[in-house]
C-alpha cells in the first residue's frame, strides 16, 4: 500500500519520504529507529559534562529578547538550575514561546547543548511543565533518521499509522519459531519502534536480527547453488609480469602475502572460477597483492575491476596502480570511474571499458551499473567487502559474467562465522605485518591532556611527520558533524604554529573537494587533517604519524582500531591519542582495552564483554557488512542459529518472498 494512504501524508510529505527510501506502508513500517530517547531526570549545569542533549530543571532569570538576524528570529533568555548556576538558553525561529515563557517561571528545557568559546548554550529546547515531563521520564521515545521537512514527531505518528494498518505476515512457522526461540515478526517490529522498555527490545532486537543475517545466508545459498558449475574460462598460468612488478618494490612481500598470492595464482589456473575472501588486519597490505594478481589478467588481455566503497578510496588505488605501472614501464589502460564523473567524462570512460581498450578498472559501485557493459572482464576485486552487500555479485553473473572473484576484508571474525557468511568462498588470511613496523604507542587521555597533544603535533610535524585528528562527535546528524569539523579546524588554526597547514575533511563535501584535499595531505602539502570518520576505511599515508581522536568514548573499539590503522603504515614510530570526552571509569577501562592489543579480533571481542545490556545503539559499529540491525561481533550466536535455520528452511521447499527482507541487504 501506498504511503499516500495514511493519514496526514500528502503529495509533498510523501516526496520527502521517498528520499529516505520509504514509498510504501511496509517500508515505513521497515524503517526502524536508529535510537531511543529516554526523557532523563533533568541535570545540574555543572554536571552537564559532554551531554549533547539535556534536561534542566530552571527558572526565567531575565525577561525573553528577541532579535532579527536575516530571516531568522532569535530568541534568548537565560535560567538559573537549583542550584545556583546559570545558562543561556536560544531558539530559532519560534517567536510564539515570547508569550510562554516569563520571567520567574520554572519549567523543564530539554535541548542540545552548544559550546561555543568556553560558553555553554542550550539550544531549542523543548519546555515542559514539571509535572508533564514527570510523565515522560523514562519512557522510551524512537529516534529515526530524518530529512528535511520531516520532525521526528512526525515520523512517529505515520510509523504508527502504518502499524494500525499492517498486519505482517510471518515467514518462519511456529514450529521453526520455537525451535530457534523466536519471537513473532509482527511483534518484534512493533517492539521495535515502541518498546515498553529495554528488556521487551532485546528479543524483539534479536528476531530481527535474526532475519536479517537470515536473509543474508539465504541469497549465498542461492548464488552458491548457481555458482557451482561456473568453469573457469580465464586460466592464467603467465606471471612474468607481477614477477618484474615484485622485484622491482621498494619492500620485500611479507611471507603471509606470498602464500596468499600462490593461492590466487593456484586458483586462477584451476578448473573452477575463483571464489576468494582475503582476510587481513589492517595494514597488512592487501592492496600490493590485488594489484599483482590484476596486472597478470591485464598482461594476457584480459579486464579487471577494483570496486571500493568510497571515491576518496578510489582516487586513492588509482594513484597508487598509475605509480606501479609508470615505475615499471608497463602500458595497460587504467580508468577512474565514480559516481561524481560528469557525464561526458563517464561516456568516454564506458567506451574504453566497452572497446576493451581499458584493462584496469577502477572505482566505486559505478563500475557495476547497468551501463557500464565490460569487453572480457576476467577479474573483479571488491575492496572492503563489509561495505557491499553479496547481491553486486549476483547483479553480475546475471548479465552473464562470472569473473574471478576476490573480497578484501579487514574485518576480524572467527573462522566458523566466516564460513557461514563467506559460505560460498575460500578464506585466505593475512597474518602478518610488514617487517619494518613498530609498535603503534597508544595513549587513552582526558581533555585536560590536549594542551600537551598539540605541543606533541607540532613537534611531529616540525620532523617533517602529518597528523589526523578524528572530530569529536556530536548527534547522528551530517550538518551538524561538518560545522563540527569545519570549527574544530578553525580553533586548531589558532592554537597550532602559523606555519602548519590544516585542513580538514568530512562527507557533505563534494567528491572533487575531498579528493584534492587528500591529495594534497598525501603530498604533505597539508600538514594536519581534521576529519570526521570518512577517513576511516582504507587510507594510507604512510608519512602521517599521529592519530588523535576526541571523544574516542563514543566510538566501538573496532572503529577505533581501524582509526588506528590509519597510522603506523611506514617504518616510522606512529602514535594513537585517544581522547576522552568523560572521566567515566568504566569508560576509560574499555579504551584501555586498546593498549593492550593490537589484534583486532581480541579488541571486538572484548569490547562486547564490557558492553551492556542497552548498550546496543548506543555504541556505534563501523556498520560491518551494512547490516542495519546485526551486529557480527555480538550476533555469534543468532549467525550460527540463523545459519542453521536457512538450511532447514530450504530443505523443506520453502522459498524466502518477503521483499523488504531481500532488500535489507543491500545499501547502495
Ligand atoms: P591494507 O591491508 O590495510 O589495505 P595496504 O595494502 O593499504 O594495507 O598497505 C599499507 C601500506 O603498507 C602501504 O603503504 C603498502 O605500500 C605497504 N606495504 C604493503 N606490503 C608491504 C611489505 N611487505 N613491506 C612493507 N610495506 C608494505
Ligand atoms: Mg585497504
Request: glycine share 6%; with cysteine; aromatic share 8%.
Given at each position: 500500500?501506498?504511503?499516500?494512504?495514511i493519514?496526514?501524508?500528502?503529495?509533498?510529505?510523501?516526496?520527502?519520504?521517498?528520499?529516505?527510501?520509504i514509498?510504501?506502508?511496509?517500508?515505513l513500517?521497515?524503517?526502524?529507529?536508529?535510537?531511543?530517547d529516554?526523557?532523563?531526570?533533568?541535570?545540574?549545569?555543572?554536571?552537564?559534562?559532554?551531554k549533547?542533549?539535556?534536561?534542566?530543571?530552571?527558572?526565567?532569570?531575565?525577561?525573553?529578547?528577541?532579535?532579527?538576524?536575516?530571516?531568522?528570529?532569535?530568541?534568548?533568555?537565560?535560567?538559573r538550575d537549583?542550584?545556583?548556576?546559570t545558562?543561556?538558553v536560544?531558539?530559532?525561529?519560534?517567536?510564539?514561546?515570547?508569550?510562554?515563557?516569563?520571567?520567574?517561571?520554572?519549567?523543564?528545557?530539554?535541548g542540545?547543548?552548544?559550546?561555543?568559546?568556553q560558553?555553554?548554550?542550550?539550544?531549542?529546547?523543548?519546555?515542559?511543565?514539571?509535572?508533564?515531563?514527570?510523565?515522560?521520564?523514562?519512557?522510551?521515545?524512537?529516534?529515526?533518521?530524518?530529512?528535511?521537512?520531516?520532525?521526528?514527531?512526525?515520523?512517529?505518528k505515520?510509523v504508527?499509522?502504518?502499524?494500525?494498518?499492517?498486519r505482517?505476515?510471518?515467514?518462519?512457522?511456529?514450529?521453526?519459531?520455537?525451535?530457534?526461540?523466536?519471537?513473532?515478526?509482527?511483534?518484534?517490529?512493533?517492539?521495535?519502534?515502541?518498546p515498553?522498555?529495554f528488556?521487551?527490545?532485546?528479543?524483539?532486537?534479536?528476531?530481527?536480527?535474526?532475519?536479517?543475517?537470515f536473509?543474508?545466508v539465504?541469497?549465498?545459498?542461492?548464488?552458491?547453488?548457481?555458482?557451482?558449475?561456473?568453469?573457469?574460462?580465464?586460466?592464467?598460468?603467465?606471471?612474468?609480469?607481477?614477477?618484474?612488478?615484485i622485484?622491482?618494490?621498494?619492500?620485500?612481500?611479507?611471507n603471509?602475502?606470498?602464500?596468499?598470492?600462490?593461492?590466487?595464482?593456484?586458483?586462477?589456473?584451476?578448473?573452477?572460477?575463483?571464489?576468494?575472501?582475503?582476510?587481513?588486519?589492517?595494514?597488512?597490505?592487501?592492496?600490493?597483492?590485488?594489484?599483482?594478481?590484476?596486472?597478470?589478467?591485464?598482461?594476457?588481455?584480459?579486464?579487471?575491476?577494483?570496486?571500493?566503497?568510497?571515491?576518496?578510496?578510489?582516487?586513492?588505488?588509482?594513484?597508487s596502480?598509475?605509480k606501479?605501472?609508470?615505475?615499471?614501464?608497463?602500458?595497460?589502460?587504467?580508468?577512474?570511474?565514480?559516481?561524481?564523473?560528469?557525464?561526458?567524462?563517464?561516456?568516454?570512460?564506458?567506451?574504453?571499458?566497452?572497446?576493451?581498450?581499458?584493462?584496469?578498472?577502477?572505482?566505486?559501485?559505478?563500475?557495476?551499473?547497468?551501463?557500464?557493459?565490460?569487453?572480457?572482464?576476467?577479474?573483479v576485486?571488491?575492496?572492503?567487502?563489509?561495505?557491499?552487500?553479496?547481491?553486486?555479485?549476483?547483479?553480475?553473473?546475471?548479465k552473464?559474467?562470472?569473473?574471478?572473484?576476490?573480497?578484501?576484508s579487514?574485518?576480524?571474525?572467527?573462522?566458523?562465522?566466516?564460513?557461514?557468511?563467506?559460505?560460498?568462498?575460500?578464506?585466505?588470511?593475512?597474518?602478518?605485518?610488514?617487517?619494518?613496523?613498530?609498535?603503534?604507542?597508544?595513549?587513552?587521555?582526558t581533555?585536560?591532556?590536549?594542551?600537551?597533544?598539540?605541543?606533541?603535533?607540532?613537534?611531529?610535524?616540525?620532523?617533517?611527520?602529518?597528523?589526523?585528528?578524528i572530530?569529536?562527535?556530536?548527534?547522528?546528524?551530517d550538518?551538524?558533524?561538518?560545522?563540527n569539523?569545519?570549527?574544530?579546524?578553525?580553533?586548531?588554526?589558532?592554537?597550532?604554529?602559523?606555519?602548519?597547514?590544516?585542513?580538514?575533511?568530512?562527507?557533505?563535501?563534494?567528491?572533487?573537494?575531498?579528493a584534492?584535499i587528500?591529495?594534497?595531505?598525501?603530498?604533505?602539502?597539508?600538514?594536519?587533517?581534521?576529519?570526521?570518520?570518512v577517513?576511516?576505511?582504507?587510507?594510507?599515508?604512510?608519512?602521517?604519524?599521529?592519530m588523535?581522536?576526541?571523544?574516542?568514548?563514543?566510538?566501538?573499539?573496532?572503529?577505533?582500531?581501524?582509526?588506528?590503522?590509519r597510522?603506523?603504515?611506514?617504518?616510522?614510530?606512529?602514535?594513537c591519542?585517544f581522547?576522552?570526552?568523560?572521566?567515566?571509569?568504566?569508560?576509560?577501562?574499555?579504551?584501555?582495552?586498546?593498549?593492550?592489543?593490537?589484534?583486532?579480533?581480541?579488541i571486538?571481542?572484548?569490547?562486547?564483554?564490557?558492553?551492556?545490556?542497552?548498550?546496543?545503539?548506543?555504541?556505534?559499529?563501523s556498520?560491518?557488512m551494512?547490516?542495519?540491525?546485526?551486529?557480527?561481533?555480538?550476533?555469534?550466536?543468532?549467525?550460527?542459529?540463523a545459519?542453521?535455520?536457512?538450511?532447514?528452511?530450504?530443505?523443506?521447499?520453502?522459498?524466502?518472498?518477503?521483499k523488504?527482507?531481500?532488500?535489507?541487504?543491500?545499501?547502495y
Amino acid at each position: 500500500m501506498n504511503i499516500r494512504e495514511i493519514k496526514g501524508i500528502g503529495e509533498k510529505t510523501s516526496l520527502l519520504l521517498n528520499r529516505l527510501g520509504i514509498e510504501e506502508c511496509d517500508d515505513l513500517v521497515r524503517y526502524y529507529p536508529r535510537n531511543y530517547d529516554i526523557y532523563e531526570p533533568p541535570v545540574l549545569i555543572r554536571n552537564i559534562d559532554n551531554k549533547a542533549v539535556v534536561s534542566i530543571d530552571g527558572t526565567v532569570m531575565k525577561s525573553v529578547d528577541m532579535n532579527h538576524i536575516k530571516n531568522l528570529t532569535i530568541l534568548t533568555t537565560v535560567i538559573r538550575d537549583q542550584n545556583g548556576d546559570t545558562i543561556k538558553v536560544n531558539w530559532f525561529n519560534m517567536p510564539y514561546l515570547k508569550s510562554t515563557v516569563k520571567y520567574s517561571m520554572r519549567f523543564v528545557f530539554r535541548g542540545r547543548i552548544k559550546r561555543m568559546n568556553q560558553q555553554m548554550v542550550l539550544e531549542q529546547p523543548e519546555i515542559f511543565t514539571l509535572a508533564k515531563y514527570e510523565e515522560k521520564l523514562n519512557v522510551m521515545q524512537p529516534v529515526y533518521s530524518l530529512t528535511k521537512g520531516i520532525s521526528n514527531n512526525q515520523m512517529i505518528k505515520f510509523v504508527s499509522e502504518a502499524l494500525n494498518i499492517t498486519r505482517i505476515e510471518d515467514y518462519l512457522d511456529e514450529n521453526m519459531r520455537k525451535k530457534y526461540d523466536l519471537c513473532d515478526l509482527d511483534r518484534a517490529i512493533r517492539t521495535i519502534h515502541f518498546p515498553e522498555n529495554f528488556e521487551k527490545l532485546k528479543p524483539a532486537r534479536n528476531r530481527l536480527a535474526f532475519d536479517e543475517i537470515f536473509a543474508f545466508v539465504y541469497q549465498l545459498r542461492k548464488l552458491k547453488e548457481k555458482e557451482t558449475e561456473a568453469v573457469n574460462r580465464y586460466r592464467i598460468n603467465n606471471h612474468v609480469v607481477s614477477d618484474q612488478v615484485i622485484s622491482n618494490l621498494d619492500f620485500e612481500l611479507t611471507n603471509a602475502q606470498k602464500r596468499v598470492l600462490n593461492d590466487i595464482h593456484r586458483d586462477m589456473n584451476g578448473k573452477v572460477i575463483m571464489q576468494r575472501l582475503i582476510q587481513g588486519d589492517v595494514g597488512s597490505g592487501k592492496t600490493i597483492v590485488a594489484f599483482l594478481a590484476m596486472f597478470d589478467i591485464a598482461s594476457a588481455g584480459l579486464q579487471s575491476a577494483l570496486m571500493v566503497p568510497t571515491e576518496v578510496l578510489a582516487n586513492q588505488h588509482y594513484e597508487s596502480i598509475m605509480k606501479l605501472i609508470a615505475e615499471n614501464n608497463l602500458d595497460y589502460e587504467v580508468v577512474l570511474l565514480t559516481g561524481s564523473l560528469s557525464q561526458r567524462a563517464k561516456k568516454n570512460i564506458y567506451e574504453k571499458i566497452e572497446s576493451g581498450s581499458a584493462k584496469i578498472i577502477i572505482g566505486t559501485h559505478a563500475i557495476f551499473q547497468e551501463r557500464v557493459k565490460y569487453d572480457h572482464l576476467a577479474f573483479v576485486v571488491i575492496d572492503e567487502q563489509h561495505r557491499f552487500g553479496v547481491l553486486q555479485r549476483a547483479k553480475l553473473m546475471d548479465k552473464g559474467v562470472t569473473p574471478h572473484t576476490i573480497v578484501m576484508s579487514a574485518t576480524p571474525i572467527p573462522r566458523t562465522l566466516a564460513i557461514i557468511l563467506y559460505g560460498d568462498m575460500d578464506i585466505s588470511i593475512i597474518d602478518e605485518l610488514p617487517s619494518n613496523r613498530l609498535k603503534i604507542k597508544n595513549c587513552v587521555v582526558t581533555k585536560n591532556f590536549r594542551p600537551n597533544a598539540y605541543t606533541f603535533i607540532e613537534k611531529q610535524i616540525q620532523s617533517g611527520k602529518q597528523a589526523y585528528v578524528i572530530c569529536p562527535m556530536v548527534e547522528d546528524n551530517d550538518m551538524l558533524q561538518a560545522e563540527n569539523v569545519v570549527d574544530y579546524a578553525n580553533m586548531l588554526r589558532e592554537k597550532l604554529d602559523s606555519n602548519i597547514t590544516i585542513e580538514y575533511l568530512h562527507g557533505k563535501m563534494k567528491a572533487e573537494e575531498k579528493a584534492q584535499i587528500l591529495s594534497r595531505f598525501e603530498k604533505n602539502e597539508i600538514n594536519v587533517l581534521v576529519s570526521t570518520t570518512v577517513i576511516e576505511v582504507g587510507i594510507n599515508v604512510p608519512n602521517a604519524t599521529v592519530m588523535m581522536v576526541e571523544n574516542a568514548e563514543r566510538f566501538s573499539l573496532a572503529s577505533l582500531h581501524q582509526l588506528r590503522g590509519r597510522v603506523g603504515r611506514g617504518k616510522d614510530q606512529s602514535y594513537c591519542i585517544f581522547v576522552s570526552g568523560t572521566e567515566n571509569q568504566d569508560k576509560l577501562k574499555r579504551l584501555e582495552i586498546l593498549n593492550h592489543s593490537n589484534d583486532g579480533f581480541y579488541i571486538a571481542s572484548e569490547d562486547l564483554k564490557l558492553r551492556g545490556p542497552g548498550d546496543f545503539f548506543g555504541v556505534r559499529q563501523s556498520g560491518e557488512m551494512q547490516f542495519t540491525i546485526a551486529d557480527i561481533y555480538s550476533d555469534g550466536k543468532i549467525i550460527e542459529t540463523a545459519g542453521r535455520a536457512v538450511d532447514e528452511f530450504l530443505l523443506s521447499g520453502h522459498e524466502l518472498i518477503d521483499k523488504n527482507l531481500n532488500d535489507g541487504i543491500v545499501i547502495y
